[in-house]
């Protein structure tokens, strides 16, 4: 990598961190119940290796009765044994796992693309990213289930280029975002297959590491199966939409059909994504 490549890499990682850590414990203001919570479960699990509920080092946290996924507050722990539980140590790791992601987004980049300039381009946008910008500054699941998908697709295209160990590491990579968020596990599974089929020859010529991090896999598929809370049914029952709501829909009025009903509210819900009034003057409640 040419030198001027890794200076503008270094102020765009730097803009990032500044953007991501500057009054990290004011901006927004107050911790949101979900990272109070988390970050609660973080000290309880640091100090006593237990969660709130007094389970011992649980896969999924009881938390509202919603069962939080593991990753960010795992992580979270040591820096909260480190220096202490607040508001800036609370949201500390979705900031370094931000800005861990521009390095990673712009290795990533540059294998994909074979290009410095479109690498570059691709850290600056999601270090200047709204969006990105806005998880990163609080103790989001969703922050750290993009950080490991990115890394795990990272490590797996570093192996294919000779460091066949890193297959393991993308596989656990993938397996911890999973464990991350939700739409991980719509996301993932299908993303692994496809990189399996496609690359299945080069993957075997990886040899022994190739079938150990298929055993990776196999332990999370395990996890999963024997863990059914982490699949989310929790959160889906309480943000399901009741049948008196979907029956007060143009659609169900029309065919009597809570099928129809529900997707005519998932579309108006799509599109309320994109409204100024959403994007630019209110935002979510």
């Known amino acids: 990598m040419k030198k001027e490549i890794k200076i503008f890499l270094f102020l765009i990682v730097l803009m990032a961190a500044f953007l991501r850590l500057y009054r990290l414990d004011q901006v927004p203001p107050s911790l949101n119940w979900d990272e109070?919570?988390?970050?609660?479960?973080?000290?309880?699990?640091?100090?006593?290796?237990?969660?709130?509920?007094?389970?011992?080092?649980?896969?999924?946290?009881?938390?509202?009765?919603?069962?939080?996924?593991?990753?960010?507050?795992?992580?979270?722990?040591?820096?909260?044994?480190l220096f202490?539980?607040?508001?800036?140590?609370?949201?500390?790791s979705g900031a370094i796992i931000g800005i861990l992601s521009v390095v990673v987004i712009f290795y990533l980049a540059r294998i994909l693309f074979k290009g410095?300039?479109?690498?570059?381009?691709?850290?600056?946008?999601?270090?200047?990213?709204?969006?990105?910008?806005?998880?990163?500054?609080?103790?989001?699941?969703?922050?750290?289930?993009l950080f490991f998908f990115m890394l795990g697709l990272l490590m797996f295209y570093l192996a294919l280029q000779g460091k066949g160990w890193l297959i393991n590491i993308s596989f656990l990579s993938f397996g911890i975002s999973?464990?991350?968020?939700?739409?991980?596990?719509?996301?993932?599974?299908?993303?692994?297959?496809?990189?399996?089929?496609?690359?299945?020859?080069?993957?075997?010529?990886?040899?022994?590491?190739?079938?150990?991090?298929?055993?990776?896999?196999?332990?999370?598929?395990?996890?999963?199966?024997?863990?059914?809370?982490l699949l989310g049914m929790a959160r889906v029952?309480?943000?399901?939409?009741?049948?008196?709501?979907?029956?007060?829909?143009?659609?169900?009025?029309?065919?009597?059909n809570h099928t129809l009903g529900l997707l005519e509210i998932t579309f108006n819900q799509y599109l309320t994504h994109f409204t100024p009034q959403y994007l630019f003057i209110s935002g979510d409640q």
Not at 48 to 67: H, I
Not at 237 to 256: L, M, N, V
């Open 84 to 92: 202490g539980l607040s508001d800036f140590t609370t949201r500390l």
């Open 237 to 256: 029952q309480q943000t399901g939409f009741a049948p008196d709501i979907i029956e007060k829909t143009q659609t169900f009025q029309k065919t009597r």
């Open 116 to 145: 410095d300039l479109v690498a570059l381009l691709s850290a600056l946008f999601l270090a200047v990213s709204p969006y990105h910008l806005h998880f990163s500054r609080g103790l989001w699941e969703i922050n750290f289930a």
């Open 36 to 81: 109070a919570d988390a970050g609660y479960n973080a000290y309880t699990i640091v100090n006593w290796g237990k969660d709130e509920w007094g389970e011992f080092l649980p896969l999924v946290f009881t938390s509202f009765k919603d069962d939080k996924h593991p990753t960010h507050i795992y992580l979270t722990a040591p820096i909260v044994k």
């Open 178 to 229: 999973i464990l991350s968020y939700h739409s991980s596990k719509i996301i993932i599974p299908p993303i692994v297959f496809a990189l399996l089929v496609f690359y299945i020859k080069d993957l075997v010529k990886l040899s022994v590491n190739f079938y150990f991090s298929i055993l990776i896999l196999l332990i999370f598929a395990v996890i999963l199966i024997s863990n059914p809370r």
